[in-house]
């Protein structure tokens, strides 16, 4: 367990050393707050209301599809993985460190837009924090699993990027985050539904709980868990 | 004792037998080096003996813990030298020993990243991690490569106090210099199969003994071959006072090991 721990902490601090994930789950974030938030409530005031789920939807999206990929890919990819294989260090401890970390910078960086949306864009605090911070951490794993599922299964970095921009792009462009979803084509409507963007921004705006909205969740996290087993396994042959 | 035993080890790819029956075994504490040219079948050997690659039929048994430094290995760009250390040592539940962190300049480089570090200081950080395990049998693969002198010197002093510490060393190595400072029996690869087994001097004895003698005289250079050292050198003696013409200087090469490597490897030895 102790080994655990340090390599949970290491990676934590590998993960501040690399600029790549402080620009995917800090910077670019934080910026398309600042700027899109002010748009936002410029144009529709109304968007204040929802300011903070939608701007956390796109941060932990942006922070998982674009951050994570390229640090599984350096693991499994390339050599990382045959040093660990060679010398006593479990697979499995690449994906999981990494994706520990990644959920901890992604709910720091939700924590500081749900502190800085009030003071800064009058932006509503969501009915029922306890539930919104549950259903956040739900929506991160969830997004993480998806991200994993890519960093596993591409071994190209560039391809890499490239896979999880076209993941990320219609992610958020059919999310309802920009827009209301129902606004969209009936097919782009039912394409949405597929990506977790949609049913996390539902369940982290629903004033009431709603297992159909979970469920989504759930059935997404589950496949991306047995996939992710699956491409590991295979990664260690 | 042996600390590894290979019999009957075969591996192919697709249709391609890149092993074909190997049969060796290597003796508790001594360093052992794998030779071959390019697609021998070197490195899936010590693949498949690593444990590291399956192979079609045969077995290994290994009699000891393994340490392994692989040809192409890498590190997350971001972790230090001696976080990378910490972390393998922690998972292998050791403590790395304070000689072999100072004896491999980790300490030099405990703050650097391993994108910071250089080929040799690369080399040295994943022998100290190959070292964590605290292994009794040690795997080098091209442990030397993309080395400067410096770093090659340094390595070959490491991995002779490992010898002397009791562990056993199997390397492949390309460097017959190396091979022929560092081990104590070599086996040479040769499409698939064992071509050569035993020390580097008896690699000598079975291609044969030939001698080139240089005689450097006042009126110049003169070369002479032999498969009998002493008697040629003694009747070259004799023959050149008895003409009067006095010797400047006299050299024996009795052929490099690089040479009797590529006659077994193109099956001439």
């Given at each position: 367990?102790?080994?655990?721990?340090?390599?949970?902490?290491?990676?934590?601090?590998?993960?501040?050393?690399?600029?790549?994930?402080?620009?995917?789950?800090?910077?670019?974030?934080?910026?398309?707050?600042?700027?899109?938030?002010?748009?936002?409530?410029?144009?529709?005031?109304?968007?204040?209301?929802?300011?903070?789920?939608?701007m956390?939807?796109?941060?932990?999206?942006?922070?998982?599809?674009?951050?994570?990929?390229?640090?599984?890919?350096?693991?499994?990819?390339?050599?990382?993985?045959?040093?660990?294989k060679?010398?006593?260090?479990?697979?499995?401890?690449?994906?999981?460190?990494?994706?520990?970390?990644?959920?901890?910078?992604?709910?720091?960086?939700?924590?500081?837009?749900?502190?800085?949306?009030?003071?800064?864009?009058?932006?509503?605090?969501?009915?029922n924090?306890?539930?919104?911070?549950?259903?956040?951490a739900?929506?991160?794993?969830?997004?993480?699993?998806?991200?994993?599922?890519?960093?596993?299964?591409?071994?190209?970095?560039?391809k890499?990027?490239?896979?999880?921009?076209?993941?990320?792009?219609?992610?958020?462009?059919?999310?309802?985050?920009?827009?209301?979803?129902?606004?969209?084509?009936?097919?782009?409507?039912a394409?949405?539904?597929?990506?977790?963007?949609?049913?996390g921004?539902r369940?982290?705006?629903?004033?009431?709980?709603?297992?159909?909205?979970?469920?989504?969740?759930?059935?997404?996290?589950?496949?991306?868990?047995?996939?992710?087993?699956?491409?590991?396994?295979?990664?260690?042959? | 004792?042996?600390?590894?035993?290979v019999?009957?080890?075969?591996?192919?790819?697709?249709?391609?037998?890149?092993?074909?029956?190997?049969?060796?075994?290597?003796?508790?504490?001594?360093?052992?080096?794998?030779?071959?040219?390019?697609?021998?079948?070197?490195?899936?050997?010590?693949?498949?003996?690593?444990?590291?690659?399956?192979?079609?039929?045969?077995?290994?048994?290994?009699?000891?813990?393994?340490?392994?430094?692989?040809?192409?290995?890498?590190?997350?760009?971001?972790?230090?030298?001696?976080?990378?250390?910490?972390?393998?040592?922690?998972?292998?539940?050791?403590?790395?020993?304070?000689?072999?962190?100072?004896?491999?300049?980790?300490?030099?480089?405990?703050?650097?990243?391993?994108?910071?570090?250089?080929?040799?200081?690369?080399?040295?950080?994943?022998?100290?991690?190959?070292?964590?395990?605290?292994?009794?049998?040690?795997?080098?693969?091209?442990?030397?490569?993309?080395?400067?002198?410096?770093?090659?010197?340094?390595?070959?002093?490491?991995?002779?106090?490992?010898?002397?510490?009791?562990?056993?060393?199997?390397?492949?190595?390309?460097d017959?210099?190396?091979?022929?400072?560092?081990?104590?029996?070599?086996?040479?690869?040769?499409?698939g199969?064992?071509?050569?087994?035993?020390?580097?001097?008896?690699?000598?004895e079975?291609?044969?003994?030939?001698?080139?003698?240089?005689?450097?005289?006042?009126?110049?250079?003169?070369?002479?071959?032999?498969?009998?050292?002493?008697?040629t050198?003694?009747?070259?003696?004799?023959?050149?006072?008895?003409?009067?013409?006095?010797?400047?200087?006299?050299?024996?090469?009795?052929?490099s090991?690089?040479?009797?490597?590529?006659?077994?490897?193109?099956?001439?030895?």
């Amino acid at each position: 367990m102790e080994a655990f721990f340090y390599g949970a902490a290491l990676q934590w601090k590998m993960d501040i050393r690399s600029k790549t994930l402080l620009i995917t789950c800090y910077a670019v974030p934080l910026l398309f707050f600042a700027i899109m938030g002010g748009i936002f409530t410029a144009v529709m005031p109304e968007a204040g209301k929802t300011l903070i789920q939608s701007m956390t939807v796109f941060g932990v999206s942006m922070g998982a599809l674009i951050g994570l990929p390229p640090s599984l890919v350096e693991i499994y990819g390339g050599d990382i993985k045959k040093v660990y294989k060679a010398n006593g260090v479990p697979l499995y401890l690449g994906l999981v460190l990494t994706n520990l970390s990644a959920f901890v910078h992604l709910f720091i960086m939700s924590v500081l837009l749900y502190l800085a949306a009030p003071p800064v864009f009058d932006a509503a605090i969501p009915e029922n924090p306890g539930a919104y911070f549950i259903w956040l951490a739900v929506f991160i794993l969830v997004s993480l699993s998806i991200a994993s599922m890519i960093g596993l299964a591409v071994k190209d970095q560039a391809k890499t990027s490239m896979v999880s921009i076209l993941v990320f792009l219609p992610s958020i462009m059919l999310s309802g985050i920009m827009f209301p979803a129902e606004l969209l084509p009936k097919g782009l409507e039912a394409a949405g539904r597929i990506f977790p963007a949609v049913w996390g921004y539902r369940l982290m705006t629903e004033s009431a709980f709603q297992f159909a909205t979970l469920l989504p969740l759930l059935l997404l996290l589950a496949i991306a868990v047995v996939v992710c087993g699956i491409l590991l396994r295979k990664v260690g042959e | 004792m042996d600390a590894i035993q290979v019999r009957g080890l075969k591996k192919s790819y697709g249709s391609h037998t890149v092993l074909k029956g190997l049969d060796f075994c290597v003796r508790q504490g001594e360093i052992f080096a794998l030779l071959g040219v390019n697609g021998a079948g070197k490195t899936t050997t010590l693949e498949c003996v690593e444990g590291l690659r399956s192979y079609d039929s045969g077995g290994v048994s290994i009699h000891g813990k393994t340490g392994i430094q692989l040809q192409s290995a890498s590190m997350p760009e971001h972790i230090r030298a001696m976080e990378a250390v910490r972390l393998f040592s922690k998972w292998n539940k050791t403590v790395p020993a304070d000689g072999m962190l100072d004896a491999l300049g980790i300490r030099e480089l405990a703050k650097k990243q391993y994108y910071q570090l250089s080929t040799g200081q690369k080399r040295r950080l994943h022998l100290a991690l190959a070292l964590t395990r605290d292994p009794d049998i040690l795997f080098l693969d091209e442990p030397t490569a993309g080395l400067d002198v410096e770093g090659r010197v340094s390595l070959h002093a490491q991995i002779r106090k490992l010898k002397a510490q009791g562990k056993t060393i199997v390397l492949a190595s390309h460097d017959m210099a190396e091979v022929e400072s560092l081990c104590d029996r070599i086996a040479i690869l040769n499409e698939g199969r064992i071509a050569f087994i035993g020390t580097p001097l008896q690699l000598g004895e079975r291609v044969g003994k030939h001698y080139r003698i240089t005689v450097q005289t006042e009126a110049g250079t003169e070369e002479y071959a032999s498969e009998n050292i002493g008697e040629t050198l003694l009747a070259l003696l004799v023959q050149y006072r008895e003409k009067g013409v006095s010797i400047s200087d006299i050299k024996v090469d009795r052929g490099s090991l690089e040479q009797h490597f590529m006659k077994i490897a193109k099956g001439e030895g």
